[in-house]
């Protein structure tokens, strides 16, 4: 069983950058696909990013490319996503998974998730 905590939310105005983190235990974090949904209030719940186990590969919905970008650092059993010129559109709750598999962008395929974490952009 894995547990994932997401921390990083928070509340800024348009522009403005966040970093969110996800620190992982239970389970050998190397082993682990990382991805990044949100879900703003009703609405589906939507893929952000993905990080390979590794972190040498990287997937961002097309839309996304630019803005966002995730990594993570192994040794720290943490994942992160580094969002830049946010805007209203941005504001949801951000959740962190993992799964055993390849990365993937449905929700479905992933294993673990955490509880998230709110980020509000509003002037």
């Known amino acids: 069983q894995m547990h994932l905590i997401e921390s990083g939310g928070g509340l800024v105005q348009p522009g403005d950058s966040l970093r969110l983190s996800c620190a992982a235990s239970g389970e050998t974090f190397s082993d682990y696909s990382m991805g990044w949904f949100r879900q703003a209030p009703a609405k589906e719940r939507e893929f952000v990013a993905a990080i390979s186990s590794s972190g040498g590969s990287t997937y961002y919905p097309n839309i996304r490319k630019g803005r966002f970008a995730i990594s993570r650092d192994n040794a720290k059993n943490t994942v992160y996503l580094q969002m830049n010129d946010l805007i209203p559109e941005d504001t949801a709750i951000y959740y962190c998974a993992a799964a055993i598999n390849p990365p993937v962008t449905w929700s ?16």
Do not use: I
Request: hydrophobic letters at 20%; glycine letters at 18%.
């Open 108 to 123: 479905e395929g992933y294993d673990y998730w955490g509880q998230g974490t709110q980020v509000t952009v509003s002037s």
